[in-house]
C-alpha cells in the first residue's frame, strides 16, 4: 500500500498538506500548482484515497472473485496475465476490497462462492456457455483482456486486430515483405491474414497456431525456418514466444536481425533484456486489470448501462527488426 508519506516525498510537502488535499479539506492554502501536484502523484502511485476506499464499502463492494480462464502453471509462464491480475489485486488492496482466484479447471467453479461475492472479473476469453453460466451465478460480472459479444455485459480490453495493423504497417516500412506469425488464432492472427492477404504477401506456410509458450515457439520457428525461402521477419504471439524464437534462429546460426528479425507483443520486462533487445506491441496489462476493477465499483454502485472500454496498444521498436524507412534502433 503506498502511504502518504511517500506522496509527500515525492512532491516535497508534509504528509498532512497530502492528507488535506486527497480529502478536499476547503480550509487550507496551497497553490494551485502544489494541489495538482499532490494528485498526480497519487494517481501514479495508485493511491486510494479514504473517500474512495470508504466510496467501495458504502457501494457495497467488498469481495471480488477474480475467475481466470487460465491454470495456475499456465498463468505463470505468461508474465502478461500475471500483470493483469496484479493490476485488479493492487486496486482492489488499495479499495481494501478481499480478492479470491479462482483458476480454470476442467469443472465450473463454485458457484456458492461466486453467488458470495459482491461481483466476478473474468480474466481472458471465455466461450459462450461459460458466459451464461458465470451471469447465471454472480451479481455482477466485468470481463478483462475480453469483449464480449453481447450489449449487456461490460468488458475492457486492447484492439488487438489494431495493433497488429499497425504493426504489419511499420514491418513493412521497414522493408519487410515475407512476413511470418506463429500463435494462437486470435484477433491478432485474423488480422495478419487479412492484411496480408490484402497486401498481396500471406502465405499459408508462413503461418503456424501452436500453444503460446516458450518451448512453442522454440518449435514454430525451427518449422518455419526449414522453408526453401524462410521469412524475413516473424512475429510471435506473445514474448514468451519470442524467446523459443530467438533460440531456434541463433541454432540454426542466424542473426537477428541481420538474417532476419523478430517482433512480438505484450512487452513483459524481459524483452528489453534479451540480446538483442525485442521489438514488441506494448499491450496495458495491469492498466487492464485496474479498469476492470473501476467498472465492477460502477456497476455494484448503480450503473447499468453497458460499457465496453478499448485501452490503447503501443509500438516499441527496438533491435530485433530493422526501423521503418530501413535504419537499425540505436
Not at 477474480?66 to 500483470?83: I, K, M, N
Amino acid at each position: 500500500m503506498v502511504t502518504l508519506k511517500e506522496i509527500a516525498a515525492a512532491v516535497g510537502v508534509s504528509s498532512a498538506t497530502v492528507s488535506r488535499v486527497l480529502n478536499y479539506d476547503p480550509t487550507l492554502s496551497i497553490s494551485t500548482r502544489k494541489r495538482h501536484a499532490i494528485i498526480e502523484a497519487a494517481e501514479a502511485l495508485n493511491y486510494a484515497t479514504p473517500r474512495n476506499r470508504n466510496r467501495a464499502n458504502q457501494q457495497g463492494l467488498t469481495k471480488l472473485a477474480l475467475v481466470h480462464f487460465l491454470r495456475p502453471e499456465q498463468e505463470l509462464v505468461d508474465p502478461y496475465y500475471v500483470g493483469l491480475r496484479l493490476g485488479i489485486e493492487s486496486r482492489c488492496a488499495a479499495l481494501k476490497v478481499e480478492t479470491v482466484k479462482v483458476y480454470h479447471t476442467d469443472a465450473r467453479p463454485d458457484a456458492a462462492m461466486l453467488q458470495s461475492a459482491s461481483g466476478v472479473i473474468a480474466i481472458g476469453r471465455q466461450d459462450e456457455d461459460e458466459i451464461d453460466w458465470l451471469r447465471r451465478h454472480t451479481r455482477h460480472l466485468v470481463f478483462a483482456d475480453f469483449a464480449p459479444a453481447d450489449d449487456q455485459l461490460d468488458g475492457v480490453h486492447a484492439d488487438l486486430w489494431l495493433a497488429m495493423e499497425k504493426l504489419l504497417v511499420q514491418l513493412a516500412a521497414a522493408g519487410y515483405r515475407r512476413i511470418a506469425y506463429i500463435g494462437w488464432g486470435d484477433r491478432r492472427a485474423q488480422s495478419y491474414v487479412q492484411w496480408m492477404t490484402q497486401a498481396g504477401w500471406f502465405d499459408d506456410r508462413m503461418f503456424r497456431s501452436g500453444d503460446n509458450t516458450e518451448q512453442g515457439g522454440y518449435r514454430l520457428t525451427t518449422e518455419i525456418l526449414e522453408q526453401k525461402r524462410p521469412p524475413e521477419v516473424i512475429i510471435t504471439f506473445n514474448d514468451s514466444m519470442a524467446i523459443g524464437a530467438y533460440r531456434a534462429i541463433h541454432e540454426k546460426g542466424l542473426s537477428i536481425p541481420d538474417d532476419i528479425g523478430v517482433a512480438s507483443f505484450n512487452d513483459v520486462s524481459v524483452a528489453q533484456f534479451l540480446n538483442p533487445p525485442l521489438t514488441t506491441v506494448h499491450l496495458p496489462a495491469e492498466e487492464i486489470g485496474e479498469t476492470a476493477v473501476e467498472l465492477m465499483l460502477e456497476r455494484v454502485g448503480g450503473r447499468e448501462l453497458a460499457k465496453q472500454i478499448t485501452l490503447a496498444s503501443r509500438l516499441v521498436w527496438r533491435a530485433s527488426t530493422r526501423l521503418p524507412g530501413g535504419g537499425m534502433p540505436g
